[in-house]
Nanobody, 125 residues
Framework: QVQLVESGGGLVQAGASLRLSCATS????????VGWFRQAPGQDRDFLAA????????NVADSVKGRFSISRDNSKNTVYLQLNSLEPEDTAVYYC??????????????????WGQGTQVTVSS
């Protein structure tokens, strides 16, 4: 039983920041690797960032490195994605995903079995 819920998206102007949250009620959440992805209309689902259960192994896509960062607070059963210096090209639905065991390819969406419904981020110019 793994349910993920994203929140924190919205409509912002270019240059603004948002913090997205991925929350779960699972007591085993502290052991889950978690990834963030985004998908724009007509586009593939692209990897953004991933974090392991301890927070010691982090991956961030080159395309957003320096602007986006990932963190987790296991006491709150929540993983965060901080979005800074947003641009109109960042407009997409943002998803979090989790797996219940260690994964070899955290940048691949096929590595995850559990997904949230997504939160919309829209950046205007």
């Amino acid at each position: 039983q793994v349910q993920l819920v994203e929140s924190g998206g919205g409509l912002v102007q270019a240059g603004a920041s948002l913090r997205l949250s991925c929350a779960t009620s699972s007591r085993a959440f502290s052991r889950f690797p978690v990834g963030w992805f985004r998908q724009a209309p007509g586009q593939d689902r692209d990897f953004l960032a991933a974090i392991d259960w301890s927070g010691g192994n982090i991956n961030v896509a080159d395309s957003v490195k320096g602007r986006f960062s990932i963190s987790r607070d296991n006491s709150k059963n929540t993983v965060y994605l901080q979005l800074n210096s947003l641009e109109p090209e960042d407009t997409a639905v943002y998803y979090c995903a989790a797996q219940i065991y260690n994964i070899a390819s955290p940048r691949s969406p096929t590595s995850y079995d559990y997904w949230g419904q997504g939160t919309q981020v829209t950046v205007s110019s």
